[in-house]
């Protein structure tokens, strides 16, 4: 029996893919069609534009990394496509990728960024021009290096807390763990507590409305982006999708306005007590991130209402929690694979703190040398922002090409990461390769998982320090094993990078 409803559904899906098709190609500009005649193009006719529409459709996340590196494979390291009326093109090399990001004047966030706005509004991730640049000098002063030695206190805390809940867990060896789950409430219980000052307690099953809407937050913004059919705000409004997305945006707003309502009343409440009790008064010590920036804020009063305030906390939020957690786990999981490399690391931290118990201070973590190229590998291989773009306000001239304004050039760290000309045995997890001195010029833009330039991750050094505390504080006290080898892990690419599967892990006291 032939289900005529199968042939009426395809018809119409391709009714319309075609119709779709030849819509967006009457809206494009006529630059973007020009593009194709000199830059390497994947879609250089009507009919490959189609088959690019199709696949693109068809794409699941965990295909999307596969796909642009397959890209590269066959097009070189400058390749462009159209899809969906806009204009794409993928830069794989060092020496433009240093132009685009060393330069200032291309800024401006890709298209798809936009779909992160009813969140974080525009806060320093996705804002541009003048207000992007008051924003990250203000905030460079708050998220100083100097500044960081006080996060030190409540990271330490967390890592201990962990360790605690790993062993519990793991019942010295005996059942298998999945570490993500673990490293994510403990990555969420620092993050709150620097960024905000507030103790969530998530690794003790706390905060489960505020947790669960972080998570809910995170996943559905980035299956939007791969969902072009709820690009439309009025659409996604009104999708089931959109209403559980704006539900958690309003959980989360509700409870970052509370957190900065409680702490300027607080903050005022210190002054006033202060100044009453003391002659000698001294502002209140600097606790979080926020304290930091009210701080800040008093002496500039203008620069920053509260609203401002709430987009850049939840910024902060956003971008600094999933991307450690991400890191965090692949780091682990490696060393679980590679007990050499685990033995060596471990051997380091005897080194710096022999037999004793105490937290890591911010000197210590500086020695850390062979633990921080372990987790540049790691972040190599796995960089958890798997890619960035930019929307070109003006033409960008590269080695061979020039491109037109409002071109998205896009960036895959996780691409460039395997390039064979910059990176020996690309596939191969070699902790080493960072610690020669020769590899430091040609990793300069050829190793991007913070980005670089002018916009580059504000956190670095922050999450550096966050991954070293929680490394060494575990290889300190644990030892581990990874219950599979590198095969078995599989990512994909979402706006930050997901895991498909994963080896489980076995943990051991180590004293
Ligand atoms: C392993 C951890 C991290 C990785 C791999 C990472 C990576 C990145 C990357 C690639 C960008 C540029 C994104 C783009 O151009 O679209 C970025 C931007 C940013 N990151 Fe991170 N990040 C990490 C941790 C953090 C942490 C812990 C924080 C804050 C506490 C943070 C805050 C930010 C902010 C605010 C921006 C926007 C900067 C701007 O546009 O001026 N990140 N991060």
């Avoid at 673990?182 to 505020?210: F, P, R």
């Avoid at 505390?469 to 300190?476: C, K, P």
């Amino acid at each position: 029996m032939i289900d005529l409803n199968v042939y009426g559904v395809v018809l119409i899906s391709l009714v319309g893919l075609i119709s779709y098709a030849i819509w967006s190609r009457l809206r494009m500009p006529l630059e973007y069609r020009q593009i194709s005649s000199h830059v390497p193009s994947a879609t250089k006719t009507f009919w490959s534009e189609m088959q690019m529409l199709w696949k693109m459709a068809m794409l699941k996340p965990k295909d999307i990394l596969p796909f642009l590196l397959e890209l590269t494979r066959n097009y070189g390291s400058v390749v462009h496509f159209n899809f969906a009326s806009r204009s794409y093109v993928l830069l794989n090399n060092k020496d433009d990728l240093k132009i685009l990001l060393s330069s200032t004047q291309y800024i401006k966030k890709g298209p798809e960024y936009e779909m992160l706005k009813p969140w974080l509004n525009e806060g320093l991730l996705l804002s541009s021009g003048q207000k992007w640049h008051n924003r990250r000098k203000l905030l460079t002063n708050t998220f100083h290096f100097k500044t960081l030695g006080m996060y030190n206190l409540s990271i330490n805390k967390h890592s201990r807390k962990l360790v605690d809940k790993l062993l519990k867990a793991s019942t010295n060896g005996n059942k298998e763990i999945s570490i993500f789950e673990y490293i994510t409430l403990c990555s969420l219980d620092m993050i709150c507590e620097t960024i905000m000052g507030t103790e969530m307690n998530a690794q003790e099953g706390k905060s489960v409305e505020y947790v669960h809407s972080i998570k809910c937050a995170c996943k559905l913004v980035i299956e939007r982006i791969f969902k072009v059919w709820l690009w439309n705000d009025l659409i996604y409004r009104i999708s089931k999708s959109g209403q559980r997305f704006f539900k958690s945006t309003k959980v989360l707003h509700e409870f970052t306005d509370n957190v900065i309502k409680n702490k300027r009343a607080s903050l005022n409440k210190t002054i006033i007590e202060k100044v009453q009790s003391d002659s000698t008064f001294e502002k209140p010590q600097k606790k979080s991130f926020l304290d930091i920036l009210l701080n800040v804020l008093d002496e500039n009063p203008d620069q920053m209402n509260d609203k401002d305030i709430r987009e850049e906390v939840d910024t902060f939020l956003f971008e600094g929690h999933d991307t450690s957690s991400i890191s965090m786990t692949m780091t682990l999981v490696l060393l679980g694979i590679y007990q050499d490399v685990q033995d060596r690391a471990r051997d380091e931290l005897f080194d710096i703190f022999g037999d004793s118990e105490r937290d890591a201070t911010m000197e210590d973590l500086n020695s850390m040398q062979y633990l921080e190229a372990v987790i540049k590998e790691s972040l190599r291989l796995y960089p958890s922002v798997p890619g960035f773009s930019r929307e070109l306000e003006k033409p960008l001239s590269i080695n061979n090409y020039t491109l037109p304004p409002k071109t998205t050039v896009i960036v895959y760290p996780y691409v460039l990461h395997r390039n064979e000309d910059i990176y020996l045995n690309a596939e191969e997890f070699m902790p080493e390769r960072f610690l020669e001195e020769e590899n430091k010029e040609k990793f300069h833009f050829g190793y991007l998982p913070f980005s670089a330039g002018a916009r580059n991750c504000i956190g670095q050094k922050y999450a550096m320090n966050q991954m070293k505390t929680v490394i060494s504080t575990i290889l300190r006290n644990m030892k581990f094993k990874s219950l599979g080898n590198k095969d078995d892990i599989q990512v994909s690419a979402q706006l930050i990078l997901r895991i498909e599967s994963l080896p489980k892990m076995n943990f051991f006291k180590l004293k």
